[in-house]
């Protein structure tokens, strides 16, 4: 035994090096997810707060089996056909995942609005909204949007507004709470920000292109001149 007393004390200190490395990652995971929160605290809050701008931008969520929005993202285009109701936009642009086939999830977000009283005309669509940055940065470099109100679900909402002003469109967001009464979706999507905080803080810093960073469209610009 007396040969391998003295790796004891390095033992306890590899154990105790580690303890504070774990301790330390746990602390710093939520500052970029805090950060975003704060800095965007002032352009946040509900269909009634936020301030009207000529586009919604609804960011895509999936879809089910049998190609309808999920609930949550069937809350955001809600929310997107309140804001156009109460003229607080003039038009909305959908943005999600077409990249196969059997999955337009676009279309699938234009056909539920336009079940819910909002005219096809008045819903721009881009078709390779794979992020949130991808989004954020094709609604401003390819759609020509400047000023924006984005709807997403209140945990999402601090990360979709900082990288949407960070991609140069003035954002303010109107979130949904719904999702706070569903106690799995809430943990889990607020635990997937805080991760989510470190990629968004890079790409506000180094605006990446997007996976497909163009050519230009008028959608939006037709759609904002459309009748109402």
């Not at 809050?45 to 049998?66: C, Y």
């Not at 990288?163 to 979130?175: P, T």
Request: hydrophobic share 45%; proline share 6%; net charge negative.
């Amino acid at each position: 035994m007396g040969r391998f007393r003295g790796l004891l004390p390095l033992s306890g200190r590899m154990r105790a090096a580690a303890a504070v490395a774990v301790a330390s990652a746990l602390l710093l995971l939520p500052l970029p997810f805090a950060w975003l929160a704060w800095s965007t605290a002032d352009v946040r809050g509900t269909v009634d707060e936020v301030p009207e701008r000529p586009v919604a931008l609804v960011l895509g969520a999936g879809l089910d089996d049998d190609g309808r929005p999920r609930t949550l993202l069937a809350r955001r285009l809600d929310l997107a056909a309140e804001l156009y109701h109460s003229a607080k936009v003039e038009a909305v642009l959908v943005s999600g995942d077409n990249s196969r086939d059997a999955y337009n999830e676009t279309d699938a977000m234009a056909d539920y609005l336009a079940a819910v009283g909002v005219p096809r005309e008045k819903v721009a669509a881009d078709y390779a909204g794979f992020s949130t940055w991808d989004s954020c940065a094709r609604a401003r470099r390819v759609f020509g949007v400047e000023a924006a109100t984005v709807v997403t679900q209140d945990f999402h909402l601090p990360r979709a507004v900082g990288l949407c002003r960070a991609a140069g469109i003035d954002a303010v967001g109107a979130g949904d709470a719904s999702g706070d009464r569903k106690f799995t979706a809430t943990v889990y999507g607020y635990v997937r920000e805080l991760p989510a905080g470190y990629k968004a803080a890079a790409q506000a810093a180094l605006r990446p292109d997007p996976v497909f960073p163009g050519p230009s469209e008028t959608s939006v610009e037709e759609a904002l001149a459309a009748p109402r």
